[in-house]
């Protein structure tokens, strides 16, 4: 079915073997996401890997995540975070038995709290800061914004005012981001190359590794941010319900005294 949603051609798939045709046979025609405002601006004109044009560039960024930021040894070495966080989640559902708990919002902060700890290791001393501002990120993010469906009236985004107020947020993340790349620099200059919570490399370190090696693509601090950024969003949007359900049944049960100290043991 074919719609026209403002001034953007849109065609809706109900058929399994159209459906078939597009995401398997012509895949790499259909392989690019639209380009909208908001992604633009969190993801510096889309240098990220979600939604940066299907080609060499985005090969690489793919690669570069697939072998060295999400490797299994990565994510291993991110283990002891996991646990730290997960520990204090746990700890902190406890001191509120008998309240109201808000598992959103705790679910929220934990995974974002690991992200972040794996991200920039030590140097991220605003990091309640760059949590909050990246909630507001995603809340005018992931909204309709009708101005999306008409991208050649430039005055749909002053009047309705989401663009402005996204682009002061992330102007703000930006900074965050900027001043922890600059350290990582400044401390891999001064002979510290490593600056991960245990001693080990954390995902700004691979990317200040992986800048000195020959590229076909050079990567600048805009090309790190955007795919950091990438990340963030996953792990908010992805891990967000599957973390909160497990966790809200854990809670409910009678024993969940006995699971923590279980826990705690392993």
Known sequence: MYLQLGQVPAV????????????????????NRPQLTSTSIIFYNNKDV????????????????????LSAKMVKSFSGIRKNELSSLISSIRSMRGST?????????????????SAFGKICKD?????????EVLFFAGGFDVADLFPSWKLLHKMNGVKSRLVNAHQKIDAIMEDIINQHIENKAAGKKENGEFGDENLVDVFLRIKNVELQFTITNEHIKAVISDIFIAVTEGLGEPVQIPVRSLTCHQKFGQ????????
């Not at 699971?259 to 392993?266: C, L, W």
């Open 50 to 69: 979600a939604f940066s044009q299907h080609g060499d560039y985005w090969r690489q960024m793919r690669k570069i995540c697939i072998i060295e930021l």
């Open 127 to 135: 990091r309640d800061e760059f949590i909050t501002l990246l909630k």
């Open 259 to 266: 699971h923590f100290v279980a826990y705690r043991r392993i």
């Open 12 to 31: 809706v798939i109900s058929s399994p073997t159209i459906a078939q045709e597009i995401l398997r046979t012509h895949d790499l025609t259909f392989a």
């Open 101 to 117: 708990i808000n598992m959103t919002e705790k679910v929220f902060k934990f995974t974002n709290s690991i992200t972040c700890r």
